[in-house]
């Protein structure tokens, strides 16, 4: 029988579609979910669609074989939530294993009964991506939290894999990724565990963007998340559900455009409507998909929420016979990426590496972190970014420090920095623990500085080969057993030895290797260091002609050693010497972005003493530098004498030129881009101001949110920036604390106690964390129900609370009748508390048909997290509230009005089926 890696080639391909949506229309009971296996279990089971692997294998097998007889080539495993974190929220962590690998045998035997040698059918193991994030914090207030790590994330992916693996699946799917860090672990566990197995399965890697920016939800744009899986060994990647086909037709035509893999794609049956159902049928997206596959931009079509084996049955007119795509080159210059690509093009000329964030190099930074002052720390990377740093080298190696905690803390703060998160990091240690305890926190694709042949081969090869495995670039320094190289023989012998050692024992791609041939110091007073500088522009020509692909990078600062404390004499020197290293092939170095000086800049006098001992042109070049250096130090001496004496010349502060606005304007600015530095000063003038502190709040604060929201709306913004503008207006309230207090007749501390939940039957609990953050930013308090919440319960907690705001979630289709459930438990309770409706599936509409109907109290949708504290200032607002009610109900009067007449105007359905377009000739 053919393998999926031969037919792949020769024709389009087409994978099932939804799993749960087929689950729905059984109608299964909880009893049916329970089977005799688990009737001692205590909780919700109905909804854990993996169970049914273990209580119900029949159905299972029976909406398998549907899709098969519909035609479809490959068919996905019921395992999207199949591992140990996904099912903790069941109590069934120990059976996920189980549920995997009697899901991949459920599969496997239906797809055997219906291959054929002209047909042959294949089983794709389902990998989702779990209800964690590795990438973001659960916590409000510790934005470095995470709910997952690394590890205890692969753990559970390798458990199920096996599960997989020994099932018999013919792929691995790693399907619905919205956060790359999640991704690579469970890539990584499909290569460990696969190469535990000695076998070899195609790895299929399926996004999904959540907005029309193209982002995943932690903020990746589709460039920077193929740079984070560039490194692995890559079947196919694609998109799925999000969005429906149209919506998906341009990011698909982008990946096609530039990933080197097969592509896939399997939407969803268009967005949700109002009613939070797929307004797509079988025959209006089956062209939509035939359209993809006649421009050739797919290999793999297949349907997400919302499609049944009708929507497979109806691609098959549309696959036949059409070339399926070809995928173009693997990329010929360096990937990296943060939230977003650094594409090193010649054109990029130079990757500056922001030096800063390294506690050997900055006496402030080493300061900053001594005395956990993170936030100032963070500020110095944000300041490297706006200076110019492509790269930031985050180093903690100090003896007073635990550099291993530091550097985690560090990364994952910085990831929650949308403005430093969105270059690639350079994660810089000389312990290896510090080094792995890094790679595991990034999601993007960083470079790991360094590694060097001083230990010999065998530790050499071992550190390349972990640093391939969590997909990143290396820098490799000239040393080797006999120490480091200083003159250009020794530079170009290690570098060589150590290229063919990468490439050809460890497999790593020529443009991942960043050489280091040790800028060392000059003008020392030693002759035998004259050369230093020359030999490494040499050595940097060399290795660009010799070592293909290969880059050069080095520490300038070292150069000028000599000479610190005189500044300018510092920075002239490394702007010599990167023009000369520069056109060599030098493409990185760890500067200070903020250096001023240039090569232009440098007086001619200067330029040639400078030159003559950065390229060593003649003896007693370094005397004249000297004595250069002597005559600045004098006049810098002056000028601060002159200082003391009151006599020194005024210098203007450089201010950014929005501080320059109106007080209100800053406020909203500051809000919007998430700065706190100026909130001390301009709330204390605000405060004078405005009558009450909470007037600062409703009013230009408010308004920098309202913004937010606007912006998110429009996919101008992404959720990190979302969550740190959340955080700023934290900052702001927590400043505004005590005028706030002062004013209160009692002692309330909180704007206001939520509940949040995601109603029973549902387990998707991403947007809700998100909602979580956004209001406990905004000074509410938060609890936090989690997910598959019975209505009874919520009742109970809001009254035990006695809370101002219940806000509810849900992600899936059926959530909508059990947040109906929740109104009406409420109401019977006597309850008025203001609910909140969030999720994908919800809608205004369905709000105003089905759910404020049932209630007494204010029922509001929310559009997204941004939203929610506008809304709940004025549900709390004795003042707004009434009048914000009746216009709701007002709203949703016209919204149900229209709705209805809408309806009178639609013919049955039976009759609009007799009257559907013939797109098959059926006729």
């Not at 790693?174 to 290569?191: G, H, Q, Y």
């Not at 790679?439 to 470079?447: A, E, F, H, R």
């Not at 909602?771 to 129900?785: H, K, Q, R, S, W």
């Not at 607002?877 to 209805?900: A, T």
């Amino acid at each position: 029988m053919k393998r999926l890696e031969d037919v792949v080639k020769e024709r389009v391909l087409v994978l099932d579609g939804a799993m749960g949506t087929m689950i729905q229309n059984y109608h299964l009971t909880e009893e049916d979910f329970r089977g005799h296996l688990f009737q001692d279990i205590k909780g919700q089971m109905k909804g854990n669609n993996d169970m049914l692997n273990l209580t119900c294998p029949d159905v299972i097998a029976d909406i398998h074989n549907r899709y098969l007889e519909a035609g479809a080539d490959l068919i996905s495993t019921n395992t999207f939530s199949s591992q140990c974190i996904s099912q903790a929220d069941y109590s069934l962590e120990k059976y996920g294993r189980e549920m995997a690998l009697r899901g991949a045998q459920i599969a496997r035997k239906c797809a055997d009964a219906f291959s054929t040698e002209d047909k042959p059918r294949f089983v794709c193991g389902d990998i989702g991506p779990t209800n964690k994030t590795c990438s973001m914090s659960p916590d409000v207030s510790d934005p470095s939290a995470r709910e997952i790590t690394y590890d205890q994330l692969f753990e559970a992916y390798s458990e199920q894999i096996e599960g997989l693996i020994d099932g018999g699946v013919d792929a691995l799917l790693v399907e619905t990724i919205f956060d790359s860090l999640n991704a690579k672990v469970a890539i990584d566990a499909c290569v460990q565990t696969m190469q535990r197995y000695n076998v070899s399965l195609p790895i299929m890697v399926s996004a999904t963007v959540s907005d029309l920016a193209g982002r995943t939800l932690s903020g990746q744009t589709l460039d920077a998340f193929l740079a984070s899986i560039d490194n692995y060994p890559i079947f196919s990647v694609g998109l799925n559900c999000g969005f429906g086909a149209d919506q998906m037709k341009p990011f698909i035509q982008e990946l096609a455009a530039k990933a080197p893999y097969y592509i896939s794609c399997h939407p969803n049956a268009g967005l949700p409507n109002a009613m939070g159902l797929y307004d797509e049928s079988a025959e209006s997206m089956a062209p939509k998909m035939g359209e993809m596959v006649s421009e050739g931009l797919v290999n793999i079509i297949g349907g997400c929420c919302g499609t049944t084996e009708k929507f497979i049955e109806a691609y098959q007119p549309f696959v036949q016979d059409k070339k399926p795509h070809m995928p173009v080159a693997a990329p010929r210059t360096m990937w990296l990426s943060g939230l977003e690509l650094l594409n090193v093009t010649p054109e990029v000329q130079f990757v500056n590496v922001g030096e800063r964030c390294n506690v050997a190099g900055s006496r402030k930074f080493l300061r900053l972190i001594k005395e956990k002052n993170y936030e100032e720390a963070t500020s110095i990377a944000r300041k490297q970014v706006e200076d110019g740093a492509l790269v930031i080298d985050v180093n903690m190696d100090d003896a007073l420090l635990d550099a291993k905690e530091e550097m985690v803390k560090f990364l994952n703060l910085i990831a929650s920095e949308p403005e430093i998160a969105k270059v690639p990091v350079m994660i810089d240690s000389s312990k290896w623990d510090v080094i792995l305890a890094g790679l595991k926190c990034v999601q993007g694709k960083s470079i790991v500085n360094s590694i060097s042949l001083k230990n010999g081969e065998e530790e050499f090869l071992s550190h390349a080969r972990d640093i391939k495995r969590y997909g990143a670039a290396v820098v490799v320094m000239c040393f080797d057993e006999k120490g480091q190289a200083t003159s250009y023989e020794r530079r170009i012998e290690i570098a060589e030895r150590a290229y063919k050692l990468l490439t050809e024992k460890v497999g790593m791609n020529p443009l991942d290797i960043i050489f280091d041939p040790n800028v060392l110091s000059i003008a020392t007073g030693m002759e035998e260091h004259d050369n230093y500088a020359l030999d490494f522009i040499n050595a940097t020509g060399w290795i660009k002609k010799n070592l293909p692909g290969a880059h050069i990078s080095g520490g300038v600062s070292n150069l000028s050693f000599s000479f610190r404390g005189i500044n300018y004499i510092r920075e002239a020197m490394h702007a010599v010497f990167l023009y000369h290293a520069i056109r060599q092939g030098m493409d990185f170095g760890i500067v200070n972005p903020s250096t001023r000086i240039t090569y232009e800049d440098i007086p001619q006098e200067h330029l040639k003493v400078i030159e003559d001992v950065v390229l060593n042109r003649r003896k007693g070049a370094a005397e004249n530098l000297i004595e250069l250096a002597d005559k600045i130090k004098a006049q810098m001496d002056a000028a601060k004498e002159a200082a003391k004496n009151g006599n020194a010349p005024v210098v203007q502060k450089k201010e950014d030129a929005w501080r320059k606005e109106s007080l209100s304007d800053r406020l909203a600015y500051a809000l919007r881009k998430g700065i706190g530095d100026y909130l001390e000063e301009d709330l204390k003038e605000a405060l004078s101001l405005y009558p009450h502190a909470v007037n600062i709040i409703e009013g230009p604060l408010m308004a920098g949110m309202n913004k937010v929201g606007e912006l998110f709306g429009e996919g101008k913004m992404f959720l990190p920036q979302v969550v740190k503008t959340a955080r700023t207006m934290k900052q702001a309230v927590s400043i505004l604390q005590p005028a706030i207090e002062a004013e209160k007749s009692q002692g309330q501390t909180s704007a206001g106690k939520i509940i949040l939940a995601t109603v029973k039957g549902d387990v998707h609990d991403i947007g809700k964390n998100i909602v979580a953050v956004v209001m406990g930013c905004n000074n509410y308090e938060v609890i936090d129900m989690g997910v598959m919440v019975p209505p009874e319960q919520i009742v109970k907690k809001a009254i035990e609370e006695k809370v101002d705001l219940v806000g509810l979630s849900g992600l899936i289709t059926p959530s909508l009748e059990e947040m109906v459930n929740v109104a009406r438990a409420m109401r019977d309770a006597g309850l008025e508390i203001p609910i909140m409706i969030g999720g994908a599936t919800t809608s205004e509409l369905h709000v105003a048909l089905k759910i404020a109907p049932v209630y007494g109290g204010p029922v509001i949708w929310m559009k997204d997290a941004s939203q929610n504290p506008i809304i709940a200032s004025k549900l709390l607002n004795d003042s707004e509230k009434v009048n914000y009610h009746k216009q709701l109900d007002e709203q949703y009067e016209k919204l149900r009005e229209g709705y209805f007449v809408e309806q009178e105007k639609l013919v049955s359905l039976d009759d609009a089926r007799k009257n559907k377009l013939d797109l098959f000739g059926e006729k």
